[in-house]
């Protein structure tokens, strides 16, 4: 069974940075890409940013554009967001998530792909 599990979420002070990780696991193929999203409760699920395994392209979507980077370590099997100047706003849960099938990957920036697996989440706290 394909599986992510979220980690690395936390208490963190206003200007601070933070590292998320994703492990995946229980797949083999290789035309996947891992997305990271965060939900406010009461609020609509914004993606963050997505990584290719196909060509190792980055995307970056909504209000962490230019404050978030995503990487990833294939022989770990794990995703990472780090998150730099962080504010009370980014106080969310956050997820990571994987797509298959090459033209969901390569458009796994765009809110018309649906991702197929999700984690359960991580919690990030960002004081001010």
């Known amino acids: 069974d394909v599986q992510l599990v979220e980690s690395g979420g936390g208490l963190v002070q206003t200007g601070g940075s933070l590292t998320l990780s994703c492990a995946y696991s229980?797949?083999?193929?290789?035309?996947?890409?891992i997305a990271w999203f965060r939900q406010v409760p009461g609020k609509e699920r914004e993606r963050i940013s997505c990584?290719?395994?196909?060509?190792?392209?980055?995307y970056y979507t909504g209000s962490m554009e230019g404050r978030a980077t995503i990487s990833s370590d294939n022989a770990k099997n794990t995703a990472y967001l780090r998150m730099n100047t962080l504010k009370p706003d980014d106080t969310a849960v956050y997820y990571c998530?994987?797509?298959?099938?090459?033209?969901?990957?390569?458009?796994?920036?765009?809110?018309?792909?649906?991702?197929?697996?999700w984690g359960k989440g991580t919690l990030v706290t960002v004081s001010s």
């Open positions: 998530a994987a797509t298959f099938g090459s033209w969901y990957v390569v458009n796994c920036w765009s809110p018309e792909v649906d991702m197929d697996y």
């Open positions: 229980g797949f083999s193929r290789t035309d996947y890409a």
């Open positions: 990584i290719s395994n196909l060509d190792g392209k980055t």
